[in-house]
C-alpha cells in the first residue's frame, strides 16, 4: 500500500513547476467557484479581522487566500523530487534574530501561525538551524499517507513529535538544548481553559500550551512567520522575545504573541489560513478577564 500512494505522488512530482501550478489554477477554479469550499467560514473571518475594508477587498483576500491555500498543496507534492539544491533557491531567511537564544544557552521555542508554505518553513528552517529541529505535527488518519508525509518532512532533518503522544515523544529531548515549533493560533478545545485576549479587536481563544511549556522549559522564546514572495518562494522572518520567559506576568507571552501575529497578518492578509474557524467561542464573563 505504501508504494501504491508513494510512487504516483513521486511520478506526479517530476512535473515542472508550470505544469503543478497550472493544474492547481485549475483546482482553485473548482474550490472557489463551484464547490464553494468552506467559503464562508472564510468571508466571515475576514469581516471579523478586516470591517474597514470593503467587501471587494476583502474577496481579493478571499481568492489570494484560495491560490495559497491551493499551492501549498501543490508544492508540497513537488517536494518529493526537489533536490536540496532548488529547494535552496527557494527560501530564505535571516537567523540572526535566533543569536541571542542560543547564546542563553537554553532551548529554544519557535511559536509560529498557520502561515503558507509552513512545509518550505520546515524544510527551511532544520537546514538553517544550529540545535536538532524538533516540530510538532497532528498524525494523518491515515497511517500509510502518514508514513508517507512523515518522510517527506524529515528530509533535511526535522524531528516530529506527534502532539497526540507529546509528553512521551517528546521527553527524550526536553533536557536537551534543541529547538521546539509549534503553534499558537489554533482554537482551543475548551474555552474555559484558555488565554482569552483581543484578536483583531475581537475577544478570542487562545491554547496555553505554548506559555505553559516555555515556562515549564525555562526556554528562549521567538516568535516566526513566513510568506511568499512570489509563487514557489518563501521567506521566514524570526522575533527574539525573551530568554527568560517566567519573569513576564502570566499571559503576557501569549499577549505579545497575539499583537505579533495580527501585524503580521495585516501586512499579509491573504498567507494565512482563515478556512478554520478561529472565532468559533463566544466569549463568557466565567471564562475570566480578556488580557
Not at 514572495?229 to 522575545?241: I, N, W
Request: hydrophobic share 40%.
Amino acid at each position: 500500500m505504501y508504494y501504491l500512494i508513494y510512487i504516483p505522488l513521486y511520478l506526479v512530482s517530476l512535473l515542472p513547476w508550470r505544469v503543478l501550478y497550472f493544474f492547481g489554477d485549475m483546482v482553485y477554479g473548482i474550490l472557489y467557484y463551484i464547490l464553494g469550499y468552506r467559503k464562508q467560514v472564510v468571508m466571515n473571518n475576514l469581516l471579523t479581522a478586516f470591517p474597514e475594508k470593503t467587501e471587494a477587498e476583502r474577496k481579493k483576500i478571499a481568492k489570494e487566500f484560495y491560490h495559497n491555500f491551493v499551492d501549498n498543496f501543490i508544492e508540497t507534492i513537488k517536494f518529493f523530487s526537489l533536490s536540496e539544491k532548488d529547494f535552496a533557491k527557494r527560501f530564505s531567511c535571516d537567523v540572526t534574530p535566533l543569536d541571542k537564544a542560543y547564546a542563553s544557552g537554553k532551548p529554544i521555542h519557535i511559536i509560529g501561525m498557520h502561515n503558507f508554505n509552513w512545509e518550505f518553513a520546515n524544510w527551511g528552517m532544520a537546514r538553517l538551524v544550529k540545535y536538532p529541529f524538533v516540530v510538532i505535527y497532528m498524525p494523518v488518519g491515515n497511517k500509510t499517507l502518514d508514513k508517507i508525509i512523515m518522510r517527506m518532512r524529515m528530509k533535511f532533518g526535522t524531528i516530529l513529535i506527534p502532539a497526540t503522544d507529546f509528553k512521551r515523544s517528546y521527553a527524550s529531548y526536553a533536557k536537551t538544548l534543541h529547538i521546539l515549533v509549534n503553534v499558537g493560533d489554533q482554537s482551543p478545545g475548551s474555552p474555559s481553559n484558555a488565554f482569552w485576549l483581543n484578536f483583531f479587536g475581537k475577544p478570542t481563544a487562545f491554547v496555553m500550551g505554548p506559555e505553559k511549556g516555555a515556562r515549564v522549559a525555562d526556554a528562549a522564546i521567538v516568535f516566526g512567520h513566513f510568506y511568499k514572495t512570489k509563487r514557489g518562494y518563501y521567506r521566514a522572518d524570526l522575533e527574539f522575545v525573551t530568554s527568560d520567559p517566567n519573569s513576564l506576568p502570566e499571559g503576557e507571552l501569549m499577549k505579545r504573541y497575539v499583537a505579533y501575529i495580527e501585524k503580521c497578518l495585516r501586512k499579509v492578509p491573504s498567507n494565512y489560513l482563515w478556512s478554520h474557524r478561529r472565532w468559533k467561542h463566544e466569549y463568557r464573563e466565567e471564562y475570566g478577564e480578556i488580557q
